[in-house]
């Protein structure tokens, strides 16, 4: 079964930062292009950032200059780098993967990410 677990999100005060971590299963063994959505109570789930398999980055404007993405091929691992944290960054934090295979895409658990004024 393809899984990916994600770890980092906590509650942090505005200016911190938090690092987010998500590993692939073992059993991955294509996964293409990786992303960071999020999620605000009443919202709808919107894309952060995503990283192809090459290394091209693109984020939402929300974020720009202030969240980094990157990842490990090696270790199937995507992380999310935020900096300077804002109130309005306060949402559930969930990656995503397309595979080059079935089930061509998977989705983490999601992480809890509190940032208080």
């Known amino acids: 079964q393809v899984q990916l677990v994600e770890s980092g999100g906590g509650l942090v005060q505005a200016g911190g930062s938090l690092r987010l971590s998500c590993a692939g299963s073992r059993n991955i063994f294509n996964i293409n292009a990786m992303g960071w959505y999020r999620q605000a109570p009443g919202k709808q789930r919107e894309l952060v950032a995503a990283i192809t398999s090459g290394g091209s980055t693109n984020y939402v404007d929300s974020v720009k200059g202030r969240f980094t993405i990157s990842r490990d091929n090696a270790k199937n691992t995507v992380y999310l780098q935020m900096n300077s944290l804002k109130p309005e960054d306060t949402a559930v934090y969930y990656c995503?993967?397309?595979?080059?295979?079935?089930?061509?895409?998977?989705w983490g658990q999601g992480t809890q990410v509190t940032v208080s004024s």
């Open positions: 995503k993967a397309n595979i080059g295979g079935p089930p061509w895409v998977a």
